[in-house]
C-alpha cells in the first residue's frame, strides 16, 4: 500500500519547496490520526493532495514556506468544519454548498493554471540543468511515455505505480545524459530526524488558502463512496462521513504544523484495496507505521531531492491535465446542462477569471487564482436564480 502511494505522496513536497521526509512522516501521523478517528473501520491511506500543488506554490512565492504552512493549518480547520455541517445538517448539506456546477470548473482551473508550469519544466526552462535541450526533452518526454504506457496497458499490481515508473524510467536517462548529482546521496546520513519547519500566522496566506479545501473536499466524499462501494460497506453511515472529514482536517492540520502538505485519502490505495481484496485497516495502519520509520532516514530524502526537476515536467503535463479532465468529468457526469444561463455564467466566468489570472486587489490583500474562483462560484450559485430558460 505504501509503495502504490509513495510516487504520489512524495511529488507534492519536491515540486512544492517541502521536505519529502517530513511528507513521509506527516502522512504516515496523518494515516493514524484518520484511523484513530473513524474508530479503525475504513481501510484508507492518507497522503500529498495534488489540488494544493498550486496554492502552496504560490503560497511559498509570495509568503514563504511558514505562512503557507499556517494557511495549510487553517485549511484543515475548514475540513472540521465542513464535518461539523454533516454532523448537524447530514451527509447532503455538502452538495447543497458544493453542487457539481461549483466544483467541477474549480477542479479544471486547479489542472490548466497549472499547464504552463508543467511544460516548462517538462522543456527545461530555468533548470539549471548542465544539458542540451533536446536531452531534457527526451528525458521529460521519456518519463511521460512511460506513465501513460503503465497506466494505460499495464496489468494488475503495476497499474497502480504509473508515476513511479515514470520517475524510475526518467531517472534513469538523466544518469544516461550524466545530470544527476549523486554527492549529496553519498554524503548524506543514513540515521536524521526529518526537518520539521513550524507554521507562521498571516491572515493573507490563510484567506488565500481557505477556499483551496472545496476541490479536496469533493475528492474526499468521492474516496469515501468509491472505498464503500469496493468492501460492500456504506462508511458515509458508519463511522459517518463526519468523521472521516473530521479525520481528513486533523491529519492536514498536523501536516501544516510540522511542515508537511495537506493529507487526504488516496484514490491509488483505493485502488489497491481493489485489486488486492484486502480490506484489513491493520494494513493501512502498518503502512504508515512504515511511512514514519522512512521517514528518518536521510538517504531516501536526499535521493528524491537528486531527481532532476524535468523529469517531474513530464509526469506534470499528465498530472495536471488529468486533474482538469476530473472537473470535465464531474460536469458530464452529473448532466450539468450548460445551455441554461445560471450554469453557463458560473461555468465560464470561473474559468476565465482563474486561467486568465483576474486579480482583485485590496492594498494589503489581492485575491486571485483558485481562491477567487472558489468564493466566485459559490457566491454566484447561491445568488443566481434557478430558471430553465435556455441561454439562447
Known sequence: MLFVAFGALVLVPLLTGLNPNVALFTAGVGTLLFQLTTKGKVPVFLA???AF???????VAQWGIPATLGGLV????????????????????IDRILPPVVTGPIIMVIGLSLAPVAVGMAMGKNSGLQAENYQLIIISMGSLLTTLIVAIWAKGFFRLVPIIAGIVVGY???CVFGIVNFQPVIDAPWFKTPDFTFPEFQWQAILYMIPIVIAPTIEHVGDIMAIGSVTGKDY???PGLQRTLLGDGLATST??????????????????VTLTRNFKTQVMTWAAIWAILMSFIGKIGAFLSSIPTVVMGGIMVLLFGSIASVGINILVKHKVDLSVSRNMCIVSLVLVFGIGGMIFDFGSYALQGIS???ILAIVLNLILPHKTKSAD
Request: one cysteine or more; hydrophobic letters at 55%; aromatic letters at 14%.
Open 48 to 50: 500529498s493532495s495534488f
Open 53 to 59: 500543488i498550486a496554492p502552496i506554490s504560490f503560497g
Open 74 to 93: 487553517a485549511a484543515g480547520l475548514v475540513f472540521m468544519f465542513f464535518a461539523f455541517l454533516v454532523k448537524i445538517n447530514g451527509n447532503n448539506v
Open 172 to 174: 534513469a536517462l538523466s
Open 236 to 238: 458515509t453511515r458508519d
Open 255 to 272: 501536516a501544516g504544523f510540522l511542515g508537511g502538505p495537506p493529507c487526504i485519502t488516496y484514490a491509488e490505495v483505493i485502488g489497491a
Open 372 to 374: 477567487l474562483c472558489g
